[in-house]
T-cell receptor, first 114, second 114 residues
Framework: SQTIHQWPATLVQPVGSPLSLECTVEGTSNPNLYWYRQAAGRGLQLLFYSVGIGQISSEVPQNLSASRPQDRQFILSSKKLLLSDSGFYLC?????????????FGSGTQLSVL | KQEVTQIPAALSVPEGENLVLNCSFTDSAIYNLQWFRQDPGKGLTSLLLIQSSQREQTSGRLNASLDKSSGRSTLYIAASQPGDSATYLCAVRSSGGSNYKLTFGKGTLLTVNP
């Protein structure tokens, strides 16, 4: 069966520090991968999605970047965190490019930038 | 631009009651609508996915309906239990533009009291 791992679960970082969040998927190949952010009182916002190794699409301009160095690995990064980067970050995957595939989420990372 | 609204924002019911959660969307050009459950501080769990050609989907005590032309979906929970307490989110995958993107509502916080 397929599983998705996301770490760390919580992270407290000072403003201006770098960030690296990692997500891996097991039990499937060539998944579509996604990074979402959930801020208090707001809906989920799609940050990045990837349909293959090295292929990253950004939905909104921001202080963050994403990379997909391996088929089932998705990394969210920042060189210098801002206060506004605080939030709950969720990695997700879906099977291939079919539009009627379900979306499956990781357990999330609560990021607090102080 | 697709917008998804969920009403009510919060709902509190006694155990055993049947209840309905509502989701509306502004653009009826969708591939599907998906209902999720989110426990506090956790990721999202997919409950049901209704394709645009379908009217409803059922899983156990859950039944989701879709009226694409009117831009509405409902999630019916029968015989509610305290374990059903969570935030329920709906999301639509639009058929125009980037079909990788799901647009989420802000969710309904459900509390089932024993």
């Amino acid at each position: 069966s397929q599983t998705i791992h996301q770490w760390p679960a919580t992270l407290v970082q000072p403003v201006g520090s770098p960030l690296s969040l990692e997500c891996t998927v097991e039990g499937t190949s060539n998944p579509n991968l996604y990074w979402y952010r959930q801020a208090a009182g707001r809906g989920l916002q799609l940050l990045f999605y990837s349909v293959g190794i090295g292929q990253i699409s950004s939905e909104v301009p921001q202080n963050l970047s994403a990379s997909r160095p391996q088929d089932r690995q998705f990394i969210l990064s920042s060189k210098k965190l801002l206060l506004s980067d605080s939030g709950f970050y969720l990695c997700a995957w879906s099977a291939g490019a079919a539009v009627n595939e379900k979306l499956f989420f990781g357990s999330g990372t609560q990021l607090s930038v102080l | 631009k697709q917008e998804v609204t969920q009403i009510p924002a919060a709902l509190s019911v006694p155990e055993g009651e049947n209840l309905v959660l509502n989701c509306s969307f502004t653009d009826s050009a969708i591939y599907n609508l998906q209902w999720f459950r989110q426990d506090p501080g956790k990721g999202l769990t997919s409950l049901l996915l209704i394709q645009s050609s379908q009217r409803e989907q059922t899983s156990g005590r859950l039944n989701a309906s879709l009226d694409k032309s009117s831009g509405r979906s409902t999630l019916y929970i029968a015989a509610s239990q305290p374990g059903d307490s969570a935030t329920y989110l709906c999301a639509v995958r639009s058929s125009g533009g980037s079909n990788y993107k799901l647009t989420f509502g802000k969710g309904t916080l459900l509390t089932v009291n024993p």
